[in-house]
């Protein structure tokens, strides 16, 4: 029956039937037909027939809008020095569903998205601040999104850019910004 239907659904003809139910037979895996997936057809082991699974159980990446998403949502938690934990008693969801939320494993519902916004105190927008619309042109500008959202989604980040901002001369700044370059530069 499995196999008929198996064989239905992929248009095979009876030779495939044939085979696969003779296979079964043989290896005594009819209790697990998880095996029809991973070696093909007829015991394919030898390549003797194509499997027309092979390919078709990737394993799931997180989508990147999702994965953008959260980022924002984790620099945002950050930023409001909450904790994982915080923001999951707003939503009524455990931390670890905020960790793949934020991780951009799990996607976060429009409901639920709207009250993180007006939990975190931004516009829902906020989220999608600086999600790219098109494909990048270049290898750079990918890299350089990438890095700053790490970097703005990193505790360590959050921190420095905090107390980066409350240093009033500009030329205190830039003077920072400078040795961290020239130490940058000396790692290389």
Same mark, same amino acid.
Request: glycine share 6%; charged share 20%.
């Given at each position: 029956?499995f196999?008929?239907?198996?064989?239905?659904?992929?248009?095979?003809?009876?030779e495939?039937l044939l085979?696969?139910?003779l296979?079964?037979?043989?290896?005594?895996?009819?209790?697990d037909?998880?095996?029809?997936f991973?070696?093909?057809?007829?015991?394919?082991? !030898?390549?003797?027939f194509?499997?027309?699974?092979q390919?078709?159980?990737?394993?799931?990446?997180?989508n990147?809008? !999702?994965?953008?998403?959260?980022?924002?949502?984790?620099?945002?938690r950050?930023?409001?020095?909450?904790?994982?934990? !915080?923001?999951?008693?707003?939503?009524?969801?455990?931390?670890?569903?905020?960790?793949?939320?934020?991780?951009? &494993?799990?996607?976060i519902?429009?409901?639920?998205?709207?009250?993180m916004?007006?939990f975190l105190?931004?516009?829902i #927008?906020?989220?999608?601040?600086?999600? &790219?619309?098109?494909?990048?042109?270049?290898? !750079?500008?990918g890299? #350089?999104?990438?890095f700053?959202?790490?970097?703005?989604t990193?505790?360590?980040g959050?921190?420095?850019?905090?107390?980066?901002?409350?240093?009033?001369?500009?030329?205190?700044?830039?003077?920072?910004?400078d040795?961290?370059?020239?130490?940058?530069g000396?790692?290389?």
């Open positions: 029956m196999a008929r239907l198996i064989c239905q659904f992929v248009g095979a003809n009876r495939m085979a696969l139910s296979t079964c037979r043989q290896t005594n895996q009819t209790r037909r998880s095996v029809i991973t070696t093909g057809w007829g015991g394919a082991r !030898d390549g003797s194509p499997n027309p699974f390919g078709l159980v990737m394993p799931k990446s997180p990147p809008t !999702d994965v953008h998403v959260g980022l924002r949502v984790r620099m945002r950050l930023m409001l020095d909450l904790s994982q934990t !915080d923001l999951a008693r707003a939503l009524g969801v455990t931390f670890q569903q905020v960790q793949k939320y934020e991780k951009g &494993a799990n996607r519902s429009a409901s639920r998205l709207q009250v916004s007006h105190k931004v516009p #927008h906020y989220f999608f601040e600086g999600l &790219a619309v098109q494909p990048k042109s270049s290898k !750079d500008e890299h #350089h999104h990438d700053v959202s790490e970097f703005f990193s505790s360590d959050v921190s420095l850019s905090r107390a980066f901002m409350r240093i009033r001369k500009a030329s205190l700044r830039r003077s920072i910004v040795l961290v370059e020239t130490m940058a000396m790692s290389d």
